[in-house]
């Protein structure tokens, strides 16, 4: 039961992980372009799932290479990493 449970929780470390990263990544790309107005919506929920984590990341760090803002990929870096320490350490258990 209880490795049932760890497994189930690993799992949706990995998953969140993945989506999150998704996210992230259509987040980034939707900056670059202008989006039609129907979408605008889209834009907003993104930057409303997305800017609070990389705000963290541009406050710790400020990671600006000219027009360039590097807070996602360290976002995405860490949180990979992350994801996996905690899977590492649900292992074992």
């Excluded at 990979?80 to 074992?92: C, G």
Aim: charged content about 10%; hydrophobic content about 60%.
């Amino acid at each position: 039961m209880l490795f049932d449970t760890i497994g189930a929780v690993s799992n949706f470390v990995y998953v969140f992980a993945f989506v999150y990263v998704l996210v992230l990544i259509l987040y980034v790309l939707t900056t670059w372009i202008q989006l039609p107005y129907s979408l605008r919506p889209v834009q907003r929920f993104l930057a409303d799932v997305c800017d609070p984590y990389l705000r963290l990341w541009r406050r710790m760090l400020p990671l600006t290479v000219g027009p360039l803002d590097l807070s996602a990929t360290v976002g995405i870096v860490a949180l990979l990493v992350a994801a996996r320490i905690v899977v590492a350490i649900l292992d074992q258990f």
